[in-house]
């Protein structure tokens, strides 16, 4: 009975033992949700702060350059170049702030495509060659001729952490030199274990802040007479960015002497370049190709390189051309994505600009269907830049998932055009001209279309700053508009969602060309209504753009007038 009575109690006891721990787990539990939401709100609002201040300084930067392109004396140009430089390093900031939020909040996404690594190391060591100059340093960079000409994985972040590594070693160093290199230390099938190291002869770092050099906002010297800037969120972003690839990062350093920061990544070898490699001609293919599709050797003459645009809007096509038309550049252009194809079965392209929203065959499937071609071909496939004002993540996810390397965003500045075609095409290979650089001249403040709500005055003079005379542009943009607001009427009578989709996207794209805000706006109202299918009531929709539609047209015919 005795033994009885002490099993029940030991039953009891552990019950309420049981109890207990199941409490202390929801207590626990509840504590832990709570950090997560706390944490995640705080990244968020780093995100959501990062990217509203992102937009006026955009502006600034702009408008700063814009300025500095004026004729100003000496000392305003120093004093613009000042606010440029300190505009520049708070955007620096801004976007360390806005990565770090996103590795916190775990949206940081890595990317898989097919790269050029010994290109992508020889630009970071170009980047930096000239203010290493300016201090008497040299950039040594070694190579490992081992390296595949081609690996798939996250060219951009792999760029963002030599670049961290490479500016703090030339920002820290004043005498001596800077190494920069690259090896595969190991090779398994399709599989490389590539190693970065970047070492240095500055001062170095003290032993007992090793150990936190890749915390957050940690720094060597933390005095308020630090000798140099920094937010002490690079390397921390740099362990992340490495440790999301798979890789592991370190560093060595013995103070007063040399540093040495070293990562070493996971990287598989493409498909291409593994086709490549076993190539026995002695000949070099093109280092551009996208991931896994065959190439053909670059031609040994030297020439200029070959311009496909791609787009239904007619407006947009010209406005494209004429850059290039006065760039010295011969571009071909189609208006649908069949012809695009069969074109690009007849010649061959460097580059293609596609327009995503098309009728028939919009430009993902146009991507697509070129891929296709041409690996099954085996000829070598050109670069392909989506053109498009939607540029959210789903958008690029999607670019990317076709096989396009990178977007452009409607309206685009010059600035935005040449950066496309220097990352893709050989660094100077096609300069974009300003127009003052050709004599020609934007249209006066003073005529009667200035800055108002129907068009705003400032896009205008960039457009002319970047194609020239706009006069046939304005001529064919009059007529496209009657008619892309009449297939609008006409998708709104039948009650076809997807035209009215695609018709308004398309005036859209062209109307912010010209700055026709209230009209981009209201088109942009009205795709997003084709596309839910939520006709019931457009026509109030319909009968505004109609009306703005054609206060644009009054407008630009007054301008055309006027000159």
């Known amino acids: 009975m005795t033994q009885q009575s002490d099993t029940q109690l030991s039953i009891e006891e552990l019950s309420r033992e049981v109890a207990r721990l199941k409490q202390e787990n929801r207590i626990l539990r509840k504590k832990v949700a709570r950090a997560d939401a706390v944490s995640k709100a705080k990244s968020d609002f780093l995100a959501m702060i990062s990217h509203e201040i992102r937009t006026p300084m955009n502006g600034v930067i702009g ?17 613009a170049r000042l606010i440029l430089t300190s505009a520049q390093s708070l955007m620096t900031l801004i976007n360390s702030l806005l990565d770090f939020s996103k590795i916190e909040a775990r949206k940081m996404i890595i990317e898989s495509r097919s790269f050029d690594l010994r290109r992508l190391v020889r630009e970071v060591s170009e980047l930096y060659t000239p203010t290493a100059d300016r201090k008497g340093i040299k950039v040594d ?14 060219p951009q972040r792999i760029r963002q952490v030599l670049a961290n590594l490479v500016g703090n070693a030339v920002k820290f160093t004043d005498q001596g030199t800077i190494s920069l290199q690259v090896q595969v230390t190991s090779r398994r099938d399709r599989h490389d274990a590539v190693l970065f190291s970047v070492s240095d002869t500055g001062p170095g770092i003290p032993r007992d802040k090793i150990d936190t050099i890749f915390e957050p906002f940690s720094q060597v010297d933390t005095s308020a007479t630090r000798h140099h800037g920094g937010t002490g969120l690079g390397l921390a972003i740099c362990y992340d960015l490495v440790s999301l690839m798979g890789g592991e990062i370190g560093v060595d350093s013995v103070p007063e002497r040399k540093t040495t920061f070293l990562f070493s990544l996971p990287l598989i070898r493409s498909n291409a370049s593994q086709r490549r490699e076993k190539k026995t001609d002695g000949t070099v293919s093109d280092p551009r190709s ?22 239904d809007d007619s407006t947009n096509r010209i406005v494209i051309e004429e850059i290039f038309k006065r760039s010295g550049v ?32 919009d430009g993902f499937q146009t991507a697509v269907q070129i891929r296709a071609n041409a690996e099954s071909s085996g000829d070598r496939c ?33 600035q935005d055009l040449q950066q496309v075609l220097d990352t893709w095409l050989s660094p100077g290979a ?17 005529d009667t279309t200035g800055k108002t709500e129907v068009l705003d005055q400032e896009v205008i003079d960039r457009l002319v700053r970047n194609v020239g005379k706009i006069d046939v542009i304005i001529e064919v ?38 700055g026709a805000r209230q009209l981009t706006r209201l088109c942009q109202q009205a795709e997003q209504m084709g596309r839910a299918g939520n006709l019931d009531n457009i026509w109030p929709l319909i009968g505004q753009i109609g009306r703005e539609a054609e206060m644009v047209r009054e407008k630009l015919m007054k301008l055309l007038e006027n000159k």
């Open 141 to 154: 960079t070694e190579i490992d001729p081992a390296l595949a000409r081609r690996y798939v994985g996250d």
């Open 63 to 79: 408008l700063t350059e814009l300025l500095l392109g004026t004729g100003l004396d000496d000392k305003q140009r120093h004093f």
């Open 330 to 361: 011969v571009s071909a252009a189609v208006s649908s994505g069949p012809e695009a194809v069969d074109r690009c079965l007849k010649e061959e392209f460097d580059l293609i600009f596609m327009d995503c929203q098309m009728p028939v065959m």
């Open 430 to 446: 096609i300069r974009v001209v300003l127009e003052e650089e050709t004599g020609g001249e934007a249209p006066s403040r003073q």
């Open 477 to 514: 943009f009059a007529e496209d508009l009657v008619n892309r607001v009449q297939q609008m009427e006409e998708a709104a009578w039948a009650g076809d969602g997807e035209s009215l989709q695609r018709a308004a996207h398309t005036l859209k794209g062209s109307c912010s060309q010209f």
């Open 382 to 414: 050109p670069v392909i830049i989506a053109l498009t004002a939607d540029i959210t993540e789903e958008t690029r996810r999607r670019c990317q998932r076709c096989g396009m390397e990178g977007y452009l965003a409607k309206p685009f500045s010059r």
């Open 290 to 311: 996208g991931p896994d599709r065959s190439n053909q050797p670059v031609p040994a003459v030297s020439r200029s390189p070959r311009i496909l645009i791609v787009d």
